[in-house]
């Protein structure tokens, strides 16, 4: 399992897979007040990436995977959700 | 070319037209809601066809342009100069776009960064405009590249890539979960990413509903590696994804020139091959129509003769219906012809129309003050005459805008009016069409014609001091005359007046300039109303018969042998008290002549470069109307044959270019 929950803070190390998902988003569902770890993260799997989009949950930032700290970090801590446009018919 | 997209070219340059022509009127007169309405009915139609079609550039440009136009309409934006200036910028562009996409089927390279610095300045007119805050515009479909050019921006600028920009839109499936797909490892896998933005593909459920294995989101991207390797890391996902270059512009303009140094090609102009679409008035079809129904009861007439012819009818029964039945056809035959070239003819409007913007814009850069009027836009030729006059046309109306136009206070002391007065005239003069361009200005000096003749040596110097006035005006049309010197961005791209000439000469007419020091200059085109039908002259050479067009041919004579001078390795013969070169026809062919020059020659007196020459032939034969079809395929580039043409006995009769085998 590449998704476990410590106290208060739920960590996502290693790859994380399209499995991982569902008990992130149950923990997350329990108790909004958690905080995700993704230092020790090296792949986020979209279904884990999309539980995180949805839910907004603090972010421990920082972490060893640049691709993660470069472009996915940034989108989860963006100030107001940042939903792409919907396509006009 | 699918069928589609010639619809689409074809339309798109009539609301290219149309935005135009109402921007125009708009400036003129600002106040009038019609003008306005126009332009954008056209700017909206046109982006909804651009939609049709994968040129998301052009449909972000057009888009701007429509909220402009719809602002303006509000009334949340000021019409200004400003904006009329940023929306014909727009349109012309667009239409440069189109003449790309016909050419090429897609847009050029750099059509994503021009597209974009478009809508961004359109846009910023609708910031300046509107006093409350600028309603948020719902972006097209492509708004996104442009959101995510600007997210990406500073990295864009950071990373000095040579490479354009790819945008990725990627919206994975549903289901995709369980196909395996991991949509965030195929971003990962995206070389060179320069921006991404995240969102979802469907608003998101209560925090309670949401499923963890449908995959809801939307990624959008940008790299600046290259399209291909960006494409393979999609390979797997064609369906799902959505890949844009959009070019950079340094990479879009090598030479490193803004848009406006770099040397823009015309597009738009009609190229030799032009467009085979035609659109035709339905009432000129109609007439067809009725004429192939009478061509039917003529062919009913002559099968009942046919039968009865068998029946042992009476001769002279049968020889008068014969003759009949031909008169008839005949005239069938007639009225077909002239309907299916009624059917090539084409309004001047059609191209005189596009001339208002393009002296705008030429008046505008080398500010000079035009008066630009057009008369005669009705007036009729076949279509391959008419578009054939839209770049000498505007070679011209340069001209007279960057020599002909004095500056303002040299006019008014000249007791002019400050705008220069430029007229663009049309009409018909017998079986011929008239393209006038006056203009008043400061007219042409004979003295530095000829002064500038001689400098660049494009006559000798007693030629020159023999000419007339008249003559030495002429001058302007010879190659040489004008040098690269004088070419400015404007009356650029290299062309001369003698290019000029050259045009108008390939569509069957002559140009002239009349002057006046100080009061303007005209500059003349007298073209065919239908280069169709050519009226050529055959003449006799070595046992062979050749066409010549008799347009050219003044007249003919019979020169005796002893009114032929040597002049060293030339000949020279005296008509009418007047010294003409002699050329023979056997010698510009490189054949072997039959006549025999002791007893004199057949001369045909032609006019070559507004010069008159005599050529010698072995003999003259009958004049005919021919329908003269240009050389294609390898016989395309043949020096000196304009043509060939069917005769009546099967053979082919070659129609030759007697300027081009002299010069």
Request: proline share 4%; charged share 25%; glycine share 10%.
């Given at each position: 399992m590449s998704v476990r929950l410590n106290g208060n803070i739920i960590l996502l190390e290693g790859q994380c897979r399209v499995e991982d998902a569902e008990p992130l988003l149950g923990w997350l569902q329990a108790d909004r007040s958690r905080v995700v770890d993704l230092t020790d993260a090296e792949h986020l799997h979209a279904a884990v990436f999309q539980v995180l989009m949805a839910l907004r949950p603090s972010i421990k930032e920082g972490g060893k995977d640049a691709f993660i700290r470069e472009w996915l970090i940034p989108v989860l801590t963006a100030a107001a959700p940042s939903g792409a446009t919907q396509p006009e018919g | 070319m699918d069928d589609l997209l010639q619809h689409f070219i074809v339309e798109a340059r009539e609301l290219v037209q149309q935005a135009t022509d109402s921007l125009l009127a708009l400036e003129r007169e600002s106040t009038i809601v019609a003008h306005l309405d126009s332009a954008f009915r056209a700017v909206h139609t046109l982006k909804g066809s651009v939609?049709?079609?994968?040129?998301?550039?052009?449909?972000?440009?057009?888009?701007?342009?429509?909220?402009?136009?719809?602002?303006?309409?509000?009334?949340?934006?000021?019409?200004?100069?400003?904006?009329?200036?940023?929306?014909?910028?727009?349109?012309?562009?667009?239409?440069?776009?189109?003449?790309?996409?016909?050419?090429?089927?897609?847009?050029?390279?750099d059509a994503g960064e021009e597209g974009y610095r478009l809508a961004r300045a359109l846009r910023s007119q609708l910031d300046e405009g509107s006093a409350q805050a600028a309603p948020i515009v719902p972006e097209a479909d492509v708004g996104w590249i442009n959101d995510l050019l600007s997210a990406g921006f500073d990295r864009i600028d950071l990373r000095a890539h040579n490479t354009g920009l790819i945008a990725i839109r990627y919206t994975p499936r549903a289901d995709c979960f369980f196909a395996g797909d991991d949509p965030l490892a195929l971003l990962r896998s995206v070389p060179d990413l320069v921006a991404v933005r995240m969102g979802n593909r469907e608003p998101l459920p209560l925090a309670a509903e949401i499923d963890p294995f449908s995959c809801n989101l939307r990624i959008e991207a940008l790299s600046c590696a290259g399209f291909d390797a960006v494409k393979t890391v999609f390979r797997f996902v064609p369906d799902?994804?959505?890949?844009?270059?959009?070019?950079?512009?340094?990479?879009?303009?090598?030479?490193?020139?803004?848009?406006?140094?770099?040397?823009?090609?015309?597009?738009?102009a009609v190229g030799a091959t032009g467009s085979r679409t035609l659109r035709v008035d339905a009432t000129r079809i109609d007439r067809l129509a009725d004429l192939?129904?009478?061509?039917?009861?003529?062919?009913?007439?002559?099968?009942?003769?046919?039968?009865?012819?068998?029946?042992?009818?009476?001769?002279?029964?049968?020889?008068?219906?014969?003759?009949?039945?031909?008169?008839?056809?005949?005239?069938?035959?007639?009225?077909?012809?002239?309907?299916?070239?009624?059917?090539?003819?084409?309004?001047?409007?059609?191209?005189?129309?596009?001339?208002?913007?393009?002296?705008?814009?030429?008046?505008?850069?080398?500010?000079?003050?035009?008066?630009?009027?057009?008369?005669?836009?009705?007036?009729?030729?076949?279509?391959?005459?008419?578009?054939?006059?839209?770049?000498?046309?505007?070679?011209v109306l340069r001209n007279a805008i960057a020599h002909g136009a004095e500056p303002e206070n040299i006019r008014l002391e000249a007791g002019k009016p400050t705008g220069t007065r430029i007229v663009l005239r049309a009409r018909r003069e017998g079986d011929r069409v008239i393209v006038e361009v006056s203009d008043d200005g400061r007219g042409v000096d004979p003295a530095s014609i000829r002064q500038v003749a001689l400098e660049r040596?494009?006559?000798?110097?007693?030629?020159?001091?023999?000419?007339?006035?008249?003559?030495?005006?002429?001058?302007?049309?010879?190659?040489?005359?004008?040098?690269?010197?004088?070419?400015?961005?404007?009356?650029?791209?290299?062309?001369?007046?003698?290019?000029?000439?050259?045009?108008?000469?390939?569509?069957?007419?002559?140009?002239?300039?009349?002057?006046?020091?100080?009061?303007?200059?005209?500059?003349?085109?007298?073209?065919?109303?239908?280069?169709?039908?050519?009226?050529?002259?055959?003449?006799?050479?070595?046992?062979?018969?050749?066409?010549?067009?008799?347009?050219?041919?003044?007249?003919?004579?019979?020169?005796?042998?002893?009114?032929?001078?040597?002049?060293?390795?030339?000949?020279?013969?005296?008509?009418?008290?007047?010294?003409?070169?002699?050329?023979?026809?056997?010698?510009?062919?490189?054949?072997l002549g039959n006549a025999d020059p002791g007893r004199g020659s057949k001369v045909l007196i032609m006019s070559v470069g507004g010069?008159?020459?005599?050529?010698?032939?072995?003999?003259?034969?009958?004049?005919?109307?021919?329908?003269m079809r240009p050389m294609s395929g390898i016989l395309a580039g043949t020096p000196g044959v304009m043509g060939t043409t069917l005769l009546g006995d099967g053979s082919v009769l070659m129609i030759l270019d007697i300027p081009e085998l002299i010069g």
């Open positions: - | 939609g049709l079609f994968d040129f998301a550039p052009m449909a972000l440009a057009l888009h701007a342009a429509e909220d402009l136009l719809g602002a303006l309409k509000g009334a949340e934006a000021r019409i200004d100069n400003d904006a009329i200036d940023i929306l014909l910028e727009c349109i012309s562009q667009a239409e440069r776009w189109v003449g790309a996409i016909e050419q090429t089927g897609q847009l050029p390279r799902q994804v959505a890949i844009h270059e959009v070019a950079r512009r340094d990479t879009a303009d090598p030479h490193g020139d803004g848009p406006h140094g770099s040397p823009v090609r015309d597009t738009s192939v129904g009478e061509m039917v009861v003529a062919k009913n007439s002559l099968a009942h003769l046919a039968t009865s012819s068998g029946e042992g009818t009476d001769r002279n029964d049968l020889v008068q219906g014969i003759l009949a039945s031909q008169a008839v056809i005949e005239r069938l035959v007639a009225d077909m012809h002239r309907t299916v070239m009624d059917v090539r003819m084409m309004p001047m409007r059609d191209i005189f129309r596009r001339f208002p913007r393009a002296v705008r814009d030429t008046a505008g850069q080398l500010g000079k003050l035009i008066d630009f009027a057009m008369e005669g836009e009705d007036v009729e030729a076949d279509k391959s005459v008419v578009e054939g006059l839209f770049e000498p046309l505007l070679h040596g494009v006559a000798p110097r007693d030629r020159i001091e023999r000419m007339s006035d008249a003559e030495a005006m002429e001058l302007i049309f010879v190659p040489g005359f004008s040098t690269a010197s004088e070419i400015t961005d404007l009356s650029g791209r290299g062309v001369g007046m003698d290019a000029v000439r050259s045009a108008v000469e390939r569509l069957g007419g002559q140009v002239g300039v009349q002057s006046v020091l100080g009061r303007g200059t005209t500059i003349r085109f007298s073209l065919p109303l239908t280069i169709v039908m050519t009226k050529v002259m055959a003449v006799r050479v070595g046992g062979e018969t050749y066409g010549i067009p008799i347009d050219g041919v003044l007249e003919t004579a019979f020169v005796p042998a002893s009114r032929i001078l040597p002049i060293q390795e030339a000949e020279a013969f005296v008509l009418r008290d007047r010294t003409l070169p002699l050329v023979r026809l056997a010698n510009l062919l490189g054949i010069e008159r020459v005599g050529v010698a032939v072995d003999g003259f034969a009958e004049r005919m109307d021919v329908l």
